[in-house]
């Protein structure tokens, strides 16, 4: 899980320091086009953007080819279908709170920030465990030591775009201006994944809509991002469309792998259908049958898919595959689901590979929210750097992946019945032997009779 905290005393260090952030939250144009007009901000702190991620992931996980075996599925239902090799998964020891405490307390730590210096705390999530309750008034604790209770911020929930959501009203509260900063948003009612039963820990799910959701927003995203970046380009005496060549590196919302590639290749086919005919004569050779087709007569169009994934199929090697590095190995993680694509792609390439590009990014929530904008990198990947610092910090992510404890199907059936069987009790701690959970990892301790849920850190 990551989130972004935003230092309330510290916005002038950070304005004269934004030559050195790693991850710019600027309007999407290549610095080659700086002239470009931006919003007026010259009052205003500028450059805000992304400084430390933290990633957290459960301390076990089942193997996926072992769980298609004892759910007597076909082989590679999971593994091929859903381009995953494993599956991590909480405990009845973890919640919402208790990861937040987890990852909060991690950062906090590792970047040396003093608890006092924190201005506003925003916590992204879709789960909620009190329908009234902030999971941010629990992590309020952390801060007790300090005496910092001016901190400003609360939960942004929906789906698995709360996360997007955050990270744009943190930036925005450090900027104190509002702005359009060319970011391609759709949202709409829909009832594609949703949890209605309060008595349940499960979703109802319709998985061929969700999908077609997905892709609509994706295509209606991407339209708007388009446009907003063209008409500020042309302004500017830039008269081009605005394509994925523009973009180094695209990272997308992770339900599973294969519905990424799908997406890139949509984007791609997105293009290929606003280009003029001899540009779609040169740069698609051999998709010329598709044109004239309307992007919202294709979502079940197979001839489309499968033409647009060969054509893409370098495109997303070079630009998306490194940040699938997460998905594949844990699974789908929700609404930190594009920011551990973004600790992937961070940790599976160098400093000076990254320095300078412009990563798009698609974040999306069932219900639905979903919104496409871009991440331009710092140039600077010189030793010490705040670039180099931030792709340091996630080079761990292999090794700590591979200290996971591997539970049999049999174990890991066993605990979500352990679950299921305690959501909603009361008055009971939960089972299990804490010595399992990775060193500093917070833990649900208990919960007493009047629902209230106490949690424990296990040593460092």
């Not at 009832?191 to 999908?211: C, H, M, R, T």
Request: proline share 4%; glycine share 6%; net charge neutral.
């Amino acid at each position: 899980m990551q989130r972004l905290l935003t230092p309330a005393r510290q916005v002038k260090r950070l304005t004269q320091e934004a030559s050195l952030m790693p991850a710019r939250l600027l309007p999407a144009v290549q610095q080659r086009f700086s002239t470009v007009p931006l919003a007026k901000t010259n009052a205003w702190p500028k450059d805000v953007g992304i400084l430390a991620l933290e990633v957290y992931f459960p301390a076990q996980y089942v193997d996926q080819a072992d769980l298609e075996k004892y759910n007597n599925v076909k082989a590679g239902h999971y593994t091929v279908g859903l381009g995953q090799t494993h599956m991590g998964f909480c405990s009845v020891q973890e919640d919402i709170n208790s990861l937040c405490l987890t990852v909060v307390q991690r950062l906090m730590e590792r970047t040396k920030l003093p608890w006092d210096s924190v201005g506003r705390l925003e916590v992204g999530t879709e789960t909620i465990i009190d329908k009234s309750k902030a999971v941010k008034t629990v992590l309020m604790e952390l801060f007790q030591d300090s005496g910092n209770t001016d901190i400003e911020g609360i939960d942004t929930t929906n789906a698995c775009y709360g996360g997007t959501a955050s990270l744009f009203n943190a930036a925005n509260w450090m900027e104190s201006s509002s702005w359009d900063g060319l970011r391609g948003t759709h949202m709409e009612n829909a009832y594609d994944f949703y949890k209605p039963d309060g008595a349940s820990e499960y979703p109802v799910v319709d998985g061929k809509l969700s999908i077609q959701c997905y892709l609509r927003a994706l295509d209606r995203c991407y339209t708007v991002y388009r446009q907003k970046i063209q008409r500020q380009w042309k302004e500017a005496g830039i008269d081009r469309p605005f394509t994925l060549e523009d973009l180094q590196f695209m990272i997308f919302h992770t339900p599973f792998c294969k519905l990424v590639q799908k997406s890139l290749a949509r984007l791609m086919f997105s293009d290929f259908l606003s280009a003029s005919s001899d540009t779609q004569s040169s740069l698609y050779k051999g998709l010329e049958a598709f044109r004239g087709l309307k992007l919202e007569d294709t979502y079940n169009n197979k001839d489309v898919e499968k033409a647009f994934l060969k054509a893409s199929l370098d495109m997303f090697n070079k630009k998306t595959k490194a940040s699938l590095y997460l998905s594949k190995y844990n699974g789908n993680s929700y609404t930190s689901s594009l920011y551990w694509c973004l600790a992937s792609l961070l940790s599976q390439h160098s400093a000076q590979d990254l320095a300078g590009s412009r990563i798009g990014a698609f974040s999306y929530g069932s219900g639905l929210a979903a919104s496409f904008f871009s991440l331009q990198v710092s140039p600077d990947a010189s030793p010490g750097s705040s670039l180099e610092k931030l792709v340091s910090s996630v080079s761990d992510l292999p090794q700590r992946l591979a200290s996971r404890k591997c539970v049999s199907p049999e174990e890991f059936t066993e605990v979500m019945d352990q679950r299921e069987h305690f959501f909603h009790k009361v008055n009971y701690s939960p089972p299990g032997d804490t010595s399992s959970l990775f060193p500093g990892t917070w833990y649900l301790e208990r919960v007493d009779e009047l629902h209230r849920r106490k949690y424990a850190r296990r040593p460092v």
